[in-house]
């Protein structure tokens, strides 16, 4: 199997290729539209997956799509599922359902201190969820039962189909685009939505500009980030870390004018600027959805485990972290799929070769700053 640290001679960070590259359509000969019968198998840590729950609500498919959430830890045989309950009756089949994906996001605020949280806790609805399909106790379950001779890693997001017991896609860019894709629209049950109220995060006439967009943020920033942080020579390192804030740099300048001309347009104090401050055309778009999972581990996470340290979001881009705090306090979808705590936990205690006795950095305080 291929590892997750650095490979290369030059000691510089490869990610993998993802494996299973099926789509959901109506033409498609296996994987046809239907509500409940696709799965996400998600790590409420991992920026990628985070991509795909977070385009699960933003399209109203919490109700359609069901969501398993893996345990933060992730330890020396992947990541795993909680215990499932004897008493089958604690099983609320709702709670798959909900926003964040089958985790209560208050526990944000009542947990625990991290010092008195063991790596294997078994905290129901708090660390993870069971497997509710298959009862399974690993993620490497659902890739083996996919695929006997499968040998790579077993990452999420998966993107699973109930039916045929086989992972369709395990790619986040493809998954939320597949979830973007309409194909779902006609079983959304909330009855408060309408179909011309589902929001397009990739609109046909705006796709090239969010794909160029996506194509160097996922280089520099998504990417970027674990570039600099399992970097293992320091000259690969400081490149990589410059190469981050200089991006970061490009992306504050991008919303700082885009800022001043909605000034231009509403008035400098206007309630309006932040209903259209997003990182293209004045709408929400995917391109706001990739970078976002990103940038709102930058502070709580990346400064430190990373050492992406020259500056901190708050500190040093007013921009970007106008946008990340408009995006995370005016929008529920981006609020309560984010989980800190297990963003938190996950890295620092999972990551032994950067953070070998598993400290998880109290700060900062507070996680992230109001609007
Ligand atoms: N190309 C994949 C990358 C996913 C990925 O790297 N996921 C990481 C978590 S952030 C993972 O599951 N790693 C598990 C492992 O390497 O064992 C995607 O974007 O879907």
Redesign the pocket.
Known sequence: MSK?WADSKDGAFK????SFREVISKTHPIYKPAANRYWLYV?L?????H??LLTRSLKHLNTVIGVVVVHWH?DSK??RFLRYPTDKSSIDENIYHTVSGGIDNTQSITMKPFASIPNDSDRLWIDGTPDPLNQFQR?SDLYLKSNPNYSD?????VLWDSETNTIVN??????IRILNSGVFDEFIKDSTTSSTEIINLVPKELESQIDEFNSWVYDNINNGV?KAGFAESAIAYEKEVKNVFQHLDRVEQLLKSKHQALEKKFGPDSKEILKHYFVLNNQLTEADVRLYTTIVRFDPVYVQHFKCNLTTIRDGYPYIHLWLRNLYWNNDSFRLTTNFNHIKL?YTRSHTRINPLGLTPLGPNPHILPL
Request: charged share 15%; net charge positive; hydrophobic share 35%.
């Open positions: 997750q990610r993998q290729v993802s790590s840590a991992c920026p990628w997956a991509r795909t992730l992947g990541w993620l890693r077993f990452t999420v997001p395990n790619e986040s860019s493809e998954i674990y996950h």
